[in-house]
């Protein structure tokens, strides 16, 4: 009999509900943010030719699909609910976990949040006219809506990923058609060539615009944070992957080349909004308006499928005493991490307010997060090697052979960029480095926690 007095009831736990096609939809949801509509122009000045610029998509395609099968194998030996931070912090300790943690809440993942809000407010303002104190209060706004979407049921946030991917990549595949059917009265210029603008050196110009790219790609290595909410982890993880990425990397492709394909390099280099203008070739003004929400279906499916994410990793670190133990929590009505939501949007909207611009938000998270790609791969030849993960375990093919050229392609584009871009990469490092401190206190808090737990502690953490 339960003693008088005491509430025996189970706490609440995050709901099992998420299967393959959640899983995709949240990797392509994610991935296919603002990027492919920011970033090839750009690109664009950093190269001469479009044969150089696919060839360099397709190296990032083969790059991000190659870690996404390492990824899989770490998701299936680990399941856990906080993807990365799981792997990191089971194969270098709670010092590195923390690290991965710190630099997920209060740079790359926020920062992202807050630069797409920004740039949802832009697109909005094509139809609104609004000023720059405006734009803010509605990225906020934005901000807030979907903290309260993801706080009342992931079940509810899969629903709207779910369908802005449907719509964004039927927005995307429509360009392309658009580009098949409708340029026969349009000179082909995917032969144009332009001399390489800018002061950087040839593989200087090489890595600024593969960090753009791999910027673009960002996202992918996030469906393994969901694990703790899928039916079947081990089979959804990889499937989720493989399919996802391998969609993303072909419409880029295509999406690239109906670019270059109807503005050629020079009007590539001369376009601010590249997808509008392209569209605006084809088929009239009424293209700006289309791409316009296109872009705000893909910015808002990005927001939520990162706070469906990143937000289980922050909860994961204080279900392991790293954090503020304010985070482990589980909503008990809608069984949702919901204090990590709040501490999410809270601080994305603080960055937001302070650092303002969508270039100043966006600049260096592909640095930070190749650190992380390193040590996640790292991490799987431990596990390899300790032979972690029940049955059912996904393999990477070809191991060691895949891992350790991912690896070292991550190395090298690391040296390169830290070389090639030594003030840029010393103020992302800085950025990093800020959670050292932090780190050291609350990994010994977490160790005294340990030593003096009493044997019969009733703290929900120590059964």
Known sequence: MAEEGIDKRPEPSLRKVLGVFDGIAILIGITIGAGIYSTP??????????????LLWLLAGIFVFVSGLIYAELGTRMPSTGGEYVY???CFGPYAGFMFGWAQLFIIRTSAAAGLALIVADYLGYFVAMD??????VALAVIFLFGVLNYIGIQRAGIFQKLSTILKVGALLSIVAAGLVLSGGHENLLSTHAAPEGVLTPVG??????????????????????????????????????????????????????????????GMRESRIVASDVLTVLIG??????????????????????????????????????FFKWLDHVHPRFRTPSR????????????????????????GLVFAILIFYGLS????????????????????????????????????LIALRAVFEWQKSAMDLAFIV????????????????????PENSNDKNSK
């Open 285 to 322: 003004p009424v293209g700006a308006a289309l791409i316009a929400v296109l872009v705000i279906i893909s910015a808002t499916g990005s927001i939520n499928g990162t706070m469906m994410t990143a937000t289980r990793a922050y909860y994961a670190m204080a279900k392991d005493r790293l």
């Open 88 to 90: 990191i912090t089971k």
């Open 340 to 363: 990590a939501i709040i501490a999410h949007c809270l601080w994305a909207g603080a960055i937001l307010v302070i650092r303002g611009t969508f270039e100043t938000i966006a600049a």
């Open 434 to 453: 800020t959670g050292i401190p932090f780190a050291l206190y609350w990994c010994r808090r977490r160790e005294k926690y340990t030593t003096n737990k």
């Open 377 to 412: 791969t790292l991490a799987l030849f431990k596990m390899r090697r300790a032979r972690l993960g029940g049955p059912n375990i996904f393999r990477v093919p070809l191991y060691p052979l895949l891992p350790l050229l991912s690896l070292l392609a991550i190395i090298g």
């Open 41 to 54: 122009q750009i690109i664009a000045g950093y190269l001469g030719s479009f044969d150089s610029i696919i």
């Open 205 to 266: 110009n090489v890595v600024a615009a593969l960090m753009l790219i791999l910027f673009s790609h960002t996202g992918w290595e996030r469906v393994g944070y969901s694990a703790g909410e899928m039916k079947d982890p081990r089979r959804v993880i990889p499937l989720s992957l493989m399919i996802g990425i391998g969609i993303v990397v072909l419409l880029y492709a295509l999406t690239n080349m109906t670019f270059h394909r109807i503005l050629g390099m020079e």
């Open 132 to 137: 720059r104190f405006t734009k803010i209060i």
